[in-house]
């Protein structure tokens, strides 16, 4: 264990290693066992065509990579309310992503659950997590308007519910606002994850910069839970690369999505999420632009949905898509990261 008053710039570092390392030494034998179990990816029949070949590659690397995000957060001693509440809230939205994979594997198809089932338990997940953030972590429900210097109360509206002898504040404002958050990522990160390194790669990097506005806030616990994802995802991609020997699956993009939202929560940097997570908000609204459009039009917008797959038919490689993804992350990210770092210096 190491003291979170010590060298906490090492710390952070110290966690994105050691979790990189685990995930890329651990991974080599999860990617034999599911090949001994035949646990493979189901793929699109209306999809790419080159993605075709794809079908049967390991999937469920997630399981793998909240593992060690777990691990890592227990090793390094990381414990505070709210680290933990993020970590559940992950762990939640990564088992019913293994639930819709082994659905899927069992069946053959690639559907899982249904649409709704999966919405019906993130929302329980969300107000889950929401009401024991503000009632048991202390989360505030004031909200931050960027670029304003205005800040929004949610918790205004509230209801007591007494369980157990325990009153729970009930802030119904703030908790839609944490099931849009919730849900909306955790699903927005499974709509990116089409393209070997894509999910991975722009998670690592928005995680990074939630690292470091956790640092800025003095959260250690905090950047030190976001430095491991970061770390995780690392690791992973040294075997998702293209040609990818094994997917994350979808407990690896409902679970990291899940993550990324709550972390946007605990910092209290919800609406810049919009921004620091820009590229899956642009791949969430190419899909519903794409349906909606069609079903009033009966043309379509996008050669394909979701945003990457409409590069790829145009002709870009699946190598190039993802990389120029993770440049547009990068920069949507450090500029998140900037103008909260002036916002802060602000106040």
Same mark, same amino acid.
């Given at each position: ?21 685990? *995930? ?11 090949r001994f179990r035949s646990i493979g990816q189901q793929v699109r029949a209306d999809g790419p065509q080159g993605h075709l070949v794809k079908?049967?590659?390991? /999937? ?17 001693? *990381? =414990? ?5 509440? *993020? ?10 992503? =293994?639930? %819709? ?12 659950? /249904? ?13 889950? =997590? ?13 909200? %931050? ?7 929004? %109360? ?30 909306g990522t955790s699903n927005a990160v499974n709509l990116t994850d089409g393209l070997d390194g894509l999910a991975a790669g722009t998670v ?13 806030? %003095? ?129």
């Open positions: 264990m190491f003291r979170l008053a010590q060298y906490p710039t090492y710390q952070v570092f110290l966690a994105v290693v050691i979790a990189m390392l685990a *995930a890329g030494a651990l991974l080599p034998l999860w990617i034999r066992l599911l079908q049967g590659t390991p /999937t469920m690397g997630g399981v793998l990579i909240l593992l060690v995000v777990a691990g890592t957060y227990v090793f390094l001693g *990381a =414990f505070g309310r709210l680290s933990l509440l *993020a970590l559940a809230a992950t762990a939640a939205c990564g088992l019913l992503g =293994f639930i %819709d994979d082994w659905a899927k594997v069992v069946h053959e198809r690639s559907l899982g659950l /249904t649409p709704r089932a999966k919405i019906l338990i993130q929302a329980i997940v969300a107000l889950g =997590f929401g009401l024991l953030a503000v009632n048991w972590a202390g989360l505030s429900t004031v909200v %931050d308007l960027p670029l304003t210097g205005l800040t929004l %109360d949610l918790g205004l509206r509230v209801s007591v519910v007494d369980l157990a002898g325990y009153a729970f504040v009930v802030p119904w404002l703030y908790l839609a606002l944490v099931f849009i958050i919730i849900v690592t990097i928005v995680m990074l910069a939630y690292a470091g506005i956790a640092f800025r806030q %003095d959260r250690l616990e905090i950047a030190l839970l976001a430095a491991a994802i970061a770390g995780a995802c690392v690791g992973f991609l040294w075997y998702n690369s293209h040609p990818a020997d094994i997917f994350m699956g979808d407990t690896g993009s409902l679970g990291l999505g899940a993550a990324i939202a709550t972390m946007a929560i605990i910092t209290k940097t919800e609406l810049l999420l919009v921004l620091i997570g820009g590229i899956y908000v642009a791949e969430t609204l190419s899909v519903i632009l794409q349906v909606a459009f069609f079903k009033s039009t009966g043309r379509r917008i996008f050669r394909m949905a979701p945003l990457h797959h409409h590069f790829e038919m145009k002709g870009w490689s699946e190598t190039k898509t993802m990389v120029r993804f993770w440049i547009v992350t990068g920069i949507l990210a450090g500029a998140g990261f900037s103008l909260y770092f002036v916002e802060s210096v602000r106040r």
